[in-house]
């Protein structure tokens, strides 16, 4: 029995060590979202991701069928909601991307792609927990509808063309500064007003997406 | 950024050609003066009459089918006739005094309050299309900011609001990806008795791989 106790001792002895130096090392590097999951945590958590994806969500087909005018209204609203953090292209190789934890995976792989429709829809509408994938219901039918749509859209990430990601930039949601300069740059075209300003002067470094 | 930078270059090779930049300017835009309007306007009529007759066709056809993807399929190709009809209608709105001013359409107008565009000095020339966003291409600052600034009313109206596919005169979608071409220089290819027109070389290719997938049904 003495034996007993003195082992528990111990096993929490080493456990309170362990902890201690666990918390001496988060206290003096701190916890950075910019190191990338290590790959039995990237296993272990897509696992659960995988777990959390309701079966009968899983196994869901698409009901809007395939048309270019889905894929147009799919990849517009990719454009406008989705390409801050995933990129036009679908790389995530975006400022806001690169800089989550986990990062934004790069849809056009198989990790994305080997999805079903279903599970593509479900993580659209519901998000992924601790990660930076927001949950975008809106609980109604036509989102629904428009959830689909982009699960369409998604399908044709890697056969996109130069032409389809050129039209998307024009969609991509920006900046006042942006706007306001876009509008100088058009009002002196049409040979009125003054020379555009120059890009501020004081370029905030957060800006561009790829 | 590189963008950016192109516009930039363009803007000032563009201002050592002032008078070239206002007959550009002149033939993009259709200028608010009336005559000419008048004539474009009337031209656009019998174009109007096709995408209705189109769009009816589309429906009826649906209304037959029974079918909820049909009519589905349907009331898309509707709302992007209407889209088409508002665009030919623009030279007319600019030749008469707008008739629609304080009409909006919903589903087209997706937070217009929001935009900071509505306050801009642009916005106060004399534009007929203030307020009405037109889903024309490049001078498109109104309709942009959306995903910036969602309306404040319906925190969900920014994933749903409806995304314009911009639609214009005489022009043909590419089957796989929706874009807009020209079908005089655009690459094409005949399935069933119908030609498609696209966007690029690849999507053609695309197409010819598995044209059933993505032949549409007979619009007209």
């Known amino acids: 029995m003495k034996a007993v106790l003195k082992a528990f001792g111990l096993l929490v002895a080493l456990l309170l060590v362990a902890g201690g130096i666990g918390l001496w090392y988060f206290v003096n ?6 190191a990338r999951p290590g790959r039995l945590e990237e296993f272990i958590a897509r696992r659960v991701r995988n777990m959390a994806i309701s079966r009968h969500a899983a196994s869901l087909t698409n009901p809007v069928e395939y048309s270019g005018n889905v894929i147009a209204e799919g990849r517009a609203h990719f454009a406008d909601h989705c390409a801050t953090c995933h990129a036009n292209s679908g790389s995530g190789d975006t400022d806001i ?28 509408e519901n998000g992924v927990r601790f990660t930076g994938m927001p949950a975008w219901s809106t609980g109604n039918k036509e989102g629904e509808e428009a959830s689909w749509h982009l699960v369409h859209f998604i399908r044709r990430l890697p056969m996109m063309t130069a032409e389809e ?12 500064a942006e706007i306001r300069q876009q509008m100088e740059e058009e009002q ?23 | 950024m590189n963008a950016r930078i192109l516009r930039l270059l363009i803007a000032v ?5 002032p008078s070239v930049a206002a007959a550009q300017h002149d033939a993009h835009q259709a200028a608010p003066s009336g005559g000419a309007d008048m004539a474009q306007c009337a031209q656009v009529q019998p174009l109007i009459q096709n995408i209705v007759a189109a769009a009816t066709a589309r429906l009826e056809s649906a209304r037959q089918s029974n079918n909820p993807a049909d009519m589905r399929a349907a009331i898309d190709s509707l709302e992007s006739a209407l889209r088409d009809i508002r665009t030919q209608l623009a030279p007319c709105a600019a030749a008469v005094t707008d008739p629609h001013a304080g009409h909006t359409v919903p589903n087209m107008q997706p937070a217009a309050g929001d935009a900071p565009a509505a306050s801009s000095p642009a916005a106060t020339a004399p534009d007929a299309h203030a307020g009405h966003q037109m889903p024309m291409p490049p001078p498109a600052p109104a309709g942009q900011p959306r995903g910036t600034t969602p309306s404040a009313g319906d925190p969900q109206a920014g994933h749903m609001g409806a995304h314009q596919t911009e639609k214009s005169a005489g022009k043909e979608t590419d089957p796989i990806n929706g874009l807009m071409v020209d079908p005089a220089s655009a690459p094409k290819a005949a399935y069933q008795g119908q030609t498609y027109y696209f966007s690029s070389e690849a999507s053609r290719k695309e197409f010819l ?10 619009k007209q």
């Not at chain 1, 590097?29 to 910019?34: C, D, E, P, Y």
């Not at chain 1, 002196?188 to 561009?208: R, V």
């Not at chain 2, 791989?209 to 007979?218: E, I, L, N, T, V």
């Open chain 1, 97 to 124: 991307g690169r800089g989550l934890w986990p990062k934004a995976p790069d849809m056009r792989l198989s990790q994305t792609q080997n999805l079903t429709d279903g599970e593509l829809f479900w993580i659209i």
């Open chain 2, 209 to 218: 791989q598995s044209p059933a997938k993505f032949a549409r049904k007979p």
């Open chain 1, 29 to 34: 590097t701190g916890v950075s979202a910019k």
């Open chain 1, 188 to 210: 002196f075209l049409k040979g009125g007003g003054d020379q555009p300003s120059a890009p501020s002067t004081t370029p905030h470094t957060h800006g561009g997406r790829k």
């Open chain 2, 13 to 17: 090779a563009v201002a050592l050609v």
């Open chain 1, 165 to 176: 990601l050129e039209d998307m930039e024009s969609l991509n949601p920006r900046s006042p």
